[in-house]
């Protein structure tokens, strides 16, 4: 793939539902059933900078019955098939390129089990991690996985999502149980049991999580719990440069220290949040950190943290321990998109996803940072340290097409400098229709075609999210 | 599945490998090419109570091209090909019931990379656990996956292995980041970058985890490391019950303490181990434990353990921290297959591998204990506690066919009420043949034909260990 056909949508018949498949769903929604314009178009763009590709209808769906009514009358008409959560997905994928029905899942919002001795919950798809975290708020445990957007606990499945928590915690992958699908054919299935490991056949839930709704569509999920831990404590501390930050993040994980969370926030992203939020923090590589358990483990873990930051020339600590002072001081973090699109009145954001071994990750940041300067982009930084992952967010105007040419180059750049480093095109985001071009280096085209086996082994008719992933 | 059919062999015709493919072979690996009896004896077993199913000849592969050469041979001839570790699995996996090739993998033994910034080592499919650890004495990291047996990293790859250190840093689920996979027509792929997540595509490091050589042939594997904690304490401490010693374990991972192990030994077992390992361990329901971190937090989670343990009706606590103390304090536990089997000379254990939700534990194993004993079965009992998974080592005499009938009806019956506490028939040890027939009521037949979907569309001519998991 070329920089230049990144963000352009290939040119694929759109397959119109026929009027059987819609009254049919008209007979069965009512008015959970909608052709309207403004709502087709609502379902029809994501995050991504990608213009709307509205589907012909959306359907609401209150169950997994509802879900796999729609899907199997699809299947029958050849009809494509999109499922929608939170729309906060950043790659283009939930455009209707060949058009079809869209089934918004967010009312499917039941916390349908919470088992604190099991340390499991098991949610409808359409619930989110914020509305699951509330629903836990007095048990005494939580859900980690926060990848900023309040998104839908099945769209993170979808993605396989991570973000600030991963390091300590892991991803999506880590948290998933087991999941309740609808197959192509509109069959339910549930790929687990409850047990907390199991060797019996075939991992299908790792296969649909991550596959963005191209194998099946998630209805249900049992997730991983965590009990809230006795103790927190936040900080921020600056270094002369980004390897410096990078390296103490390194050590660190090497001594077994268990960072919580470890954010790294480039001198460009400081500016801004210190002009959004008011703050005064030095303009520096910068790490934000969460350190949580026993109180005692958290003093011994931030007092091994400050030797190897001194280690590292890092600036003087900022401390925070009680909820509201913790909040405070991560505010710059949390605001840092937000921070960031400021920068540049009226711009908009294309968002960057590499993630390399964690010993390349000095090295490709300062690759990166070198090409954007050239390119002069206005692009902070800020990273999953622990991970390996950072996002570039390239502020360009949309209408500009030397800057949106310029700022595709740097992604698709970096795209392969990350599998340059042997990472990954996306560490958080997915595929979408934006890294479709990528997969065949990243992974090689053998391994590409047992991936297109699949999809066409569980869809034959190529009707779920089709022109995306790996296509058909 | 009846209880009668578990260890029999269905019928299927044998595919004799043709002269034109043992000459191939012949030619390109001579004498480590093999069609000798006892070495084709050797390769036809595994530590399962099935008698040996023989290949029709062996090849000891050296590396990933040979693997291919000898894959995509096969396919062209439609001829069976199994792969061969350690032999330590134990539910028939290797037996070579529709006959064809062997690949002994146990000569790929090579160490490819230590990478301790990043956490992660790759090996070849040979390399055992073991071998891998003494590779990392030096280095201030581990490698944790222990299943007792010293298997090989492909092998342990290939049943989703687990084990005692499971409850604080996970399966082999938890720690592949990247398979050489050889697939069924030849053809190398790698699933995976390095880098330690990704959205990139499904999820095919999963989907070969666990699938135990019917969907391709593991070569080469890159696997999570951790740092050597700084402390380690061990433990040993009887209960009144087996509940009591359960919600021990419950209410210490609840409160958020990181057991490094917590594995349960019966009356019967710890009868077993003072027998074989002359201690004088009270016989009751025994837990050992293991703790690590720094000093601080050890010494933080003994005395959290031993205030819930006090609360419980726990004995007094046996402490150990230098590692030949600790060595020698776990020894019961390490000895306790052997021990077992003691308790009655020249018998067989057919060992049972059922794992729940760890809130229905106490229960599933109240109603296990009852019916070994109604069934008039010796039958030492040992769990993974905080995985909610244990074994019954059913002490048989292999030659008495009513002693037989009565393990299998156990066994059985195990298998059909952890899935109705919502578990698996199969925590650790895998599906080989012995379980094939619980898949269908583990998962749904709807669930159970998605896996066989994908099983046709990756090894069409049904050559990747045929007749098992799944069946074609």
């Not at 056909?5 to 059987?20: D, G, K, L, T, Y």
């Not at 836990?136 to 396989?160: C, E, H, K, R, Y």
């Not at 480039?266 to 590589?285: E, K, M, Q």
Request: proline share 5%.
């Amino acid at each position: 793939m070329s920089a230049a056909q990144a963000h352009s949508i290939p040119e694929i018949a759109r397959r119109v539902p026929p009027q059987a498949l819609r009254d049919a769903l008209y007979s069965r929604f009512g008015d959970r059933f909608s052709t309207g314009a403004a709502i087709c178009l609502q379902h029809g763009r994501d995050e991504s900078a990608y213009p709307a590709q509205p589907p012909d209808a959306v359907v609401f769906a209150l169950s997994t019955e509802d879900v796999a009514f729609t899907v199997g009358l699809c299947n029958q008409h050849r009809t494509p098939v999109i499922a929608f959560g939170a729309g906060s997905s950043l790659e283009g994928h939930l455009l209707a390129v060949q058009g079809g029905i869209c089934i918004d899942l967010s009312r499917m919002d039941e916390i349908l089990a919470i088992r604190t001795e099991d340390l499991s919950a098991t949610v409808q798809a359409g619930v989110t991690r914020e509305g699951l975290n509330q629903a836990l708020a007095q048990s005494g445990f939580f859900f980690p996985v926060d990848p900023g957007a309040n998104a839908t606990i099945g769209g993170m499945v979808a993605t396989a999502a991570s973000g600030t928590t991963t390091v300590r915690y892991g991803n999506m992958r880590d948290h998933v149980q087991s999941l309740t699908v609808v197959t192509a054919e509109g069959k339910i299935i549930r790929t687990a049991r409850r047990a907390r490991k199991s060797s019996a056949g075939y991992c299908l839930t790792q296969l649909f999580t991550g596959s963005e709704g191209t194998l099946g569509i998630v209805t249900e999920a049992t997730v991983k719990l965590h009990p809230r831990p006795e103790a927190v404590a936040a900080a921020v501390v600056n270094f002369p440069t980004v390897t410096d930050a990078v390296q103490a993040v390194i050590q660190a994980i090497q001594m077994g220290v268990p960072l919580a969370r470890a954010e790294l926030l480039d001198p460009l992203t400081i500016r801004a949040v210190n002009a959004h939020s008011g703050t005064s923090l030095t303009v520096a590589p910068t790490l934000f950190l969460e350190f949580c358990g026993s109180s005692t483990q958290v003093t011994e873990q931030s007092a091994v943290m400050a030797e190897i930051a001194d280690g590292l020339g890092g600036g003087a600590f900022q401390w925070a321990t009680l909820p509201e002072e913790r909040s405070r001081l991560w505010t710059p973090r949390h605001k840092a998109y937000f921070a960031s699109l400021q920068l540049r009145p009226g711009c908009r954001s294309l968002t960057t996803d590499a993630c390399v071994p964690i010993s390349a990750l000095a090295e490709c940041l300062a690759e990166t940072v070198a090409d954007i300067e050239a390119a002069g982009i206005l692009a902070p930084v800020l990273g999953h340290v622990g991970d390996g992952n950072f996002h570039c967010l390239l502020l360009i105007d949309i209408d500009n097409p030397d800057e949106v040419k310029a700022a595709e180059g740097i992604s698709h750049r970096l795209a392969r400098r990350a599998m340059r480093f042997d990472g990954t095109c996306t560490g958080e985001h997915g595929v979408g229709l934006h890294k479709m071009g990528y997969l065949d280096e990243e992974h090689g085209t053998d391994t590409v075609e047992i991936m297109r086996r699949i999809k066409r082994a569980l869809d034959p008719n190529n009707i779920l999210n089709p022109g995306k992933v790996v296509g058909f």
